[in-house]
């Protein structure tokens, strides 16, 4: 049996042992990396550890003690209030807003996981605020990013097209653009309909207090606490059952600007500034942020580090180690190589788009895109295929799958989503993870490839 086929059969195992016996599978898979790295590959432990992703853990670390934080004072809370005003009280209309919001930020060139990472933490504070599906919203959040990811401008299209360019292969950058969005935009629909969003719109409208409940702060995500009265932002951390106290200047149910809370805001547009103007480091800049936070408000900041999402960064940082040691082994393009070399343009052609599925789902996007993009030259030069079509096909179903919760993009909203049960979040991310992986890149296939065959 060759080392290749070892390593994906080990993998299978991994996620077998998990799913049976409840054991983190990230724990499961660095012990995987470990093993099959050390006696199959023949790697050591810096081959190893050179598949892990220390710039997701950071984002990870940063992004989820930023945004616990910001639960802890109440400015999620006021970000919720704010949003339900935006829309007039419609509670169906927000996650619209949180797919429109995420597809403009990637459109006009912010990275994908940067986007999800600002709006994914707001997006499901309001979800488990108002009793919407964390899923719904998590899946719009991602699926708003990835709609928007292949304009002109945006940092998947020009690597895309830049690819497509170095390779000589034609290329339409408009095409590629409008075959992602309109992907995009129709799963959300569907997504919005099964997921309960139809039942949103019987809500009709409600008032911004309503949409928070009775205008408490978070000291832990999905705790009320009782304000200080001092109009500080501080708190303490009351019994999940009990309600919070306005100030005297403050109506009742209603959120108002403190200084933590100003300052809050603040940093939350200091991060998006520093992500999407000077791009900075989404990680790496919350954390800084976080800690300005902390030491100007302790109080508020003592449990933040505790709500960082521990049990996702393991799971995540495990799985993407061994990615990374199948990738230093040649598993991957052994897959694609064997794939390419199919005498069958068609079945070659769907093959390499549910490679790009499967493997993008617990790897980096823009990389399988960059793998299997000239993989796929020898038979888009004989002319049976049509290049831009079979390049927007892969391109979708390589990046559509980011709702993965081994993704980044995924991993992000299951780190984000506050007062869940969040074993039942990954199942039902892994499921919804799984369905989009077997059936998008076959519709893709025969909507954008088939036509253009002959």
């Known amino acids: 049996m060759s080392s290749e086929l070892i390593s994906i059969l080990v993998l299978v195992v991994v996620f077998v042992i998990a799913t049976t016996r409840s054991v983190n599978m990230g724990a499961l898979a660095f012990a995987a990396a470990f ?18 992703p ?8 940063g992004v989820t003690y930023l945004f616990a934080i910001a639960r802890a004072n109440g400015t999620t809370d006021w970000l919720v209030q704010a949003a339900i005003r935006l829309v007039r009280g419609r509670v169906a209309l927000i996650p619209w807003v949180m797919f ?3 597809g403009a930020l ?14 994914a933490p707001i997006a499901l504070s309001f979800a488990v605020r108002h009793g919407i599906s964390p899923l719904l919203m998590g899946v719009m959040v991602v699926h708003g990013a990835q709609a928007g990811g292949f304009s002109p401008i945006s940092i998947y299209g020009t690597i895309v097209n830049g690819i497509v360019e170095r390779e000589k292969l034609p290329g339409n950058e408009i095409a590629l653009f409008l075959a992602s969005l309109f992907t995009n935009l129709v799963i959300a629909a569907v997504v919005f309909v099964l997921f309960g969003g139809l039942k949103l719109w019987k809500q009709g409208a409600v008032s911004p207090q309503e949409a928070t409940g009775s205008g408490a702060t978070d000291g832990a995500p999905g705790a009320p606490v009782s304000g200080s009265g001092t109009g500080t932002g501080t708190g303490t951390v009351a019994s999940p059952t009990a309600t919070a106290v306005a100030s005297p200047t403050e ?70 180690t061994y990615v990374g040691v199948l ?51 020898p038979f888009l030069a004989q002319g049976q295929i049509g290049a831009v079509g079979m390049v927007a096909a892969l391109a979708v179903s390589a990046t559509v799958v980011d709702v993965s919760p081994f993704s980044t993009n995924g991993a992000l909203v299951l780190a984000a989503a506050p007062d869940v049960d969040r074993e039942r979040f990954l199942r039902q991310l892994m499921v919804y993870g799984g369905i ?4 998008v890149p076959a519709v893709v296939w025969l909507v954008m490839v088939v036509p253009g065959f002959g």
């Open 327 to 377: 990738q230093e082994m040649g598993t991957i393009k052994w897959a694609g190589e064997g794939v390419g070399g199919i005498g069958v343009p068609l079945l070659a052609a769907v093959l390499l788009c549910y490679i790009g599925a499967i493997v993008s789902a617990f790897a980096s996007s823009v990389g399988i895109m960059g793998a299997l993009i000239p993989l796929a030259v």
């Open 106 to 119: 990637t459109a006009i060139g912010a990275v994908s996981p940067a986007a999800v990472a600002i709006v």
């Open 35 to 52: 093993g099959v790295g050390e006696l199959v590959a023949d790697l050591d432990a810096d081959g190893i550890f050179a598949g892990f």
């Open 251 to 320: 109506a009742p149910g209603a959120i108002r600007l403190t200084p933590a809370r100003i300052a809050t805001l603040v940093a939350l547009v200091a991060l998006v500034v520093a992500v999407l103007v000077l791009d900075l480091d989404a990680g790496l800049t919350a954390i800084t942020l976080a800690v300005v936070l902390s030491t100007a408000w302790p109080q508020d900041s003592k449990r933040a580090v505790g709500e960082i999402a521990w049990s996702t960064v393991l799971l995540i940082c495990g799985v993407l």
């Open 54 to 61: 220390g710039d997701l853990f950071v984002v990870l670390v």
């Open 100 to 102: 429109a919001l995420t």
């Open 436 to 439: 989009v992986v077997a059936v």
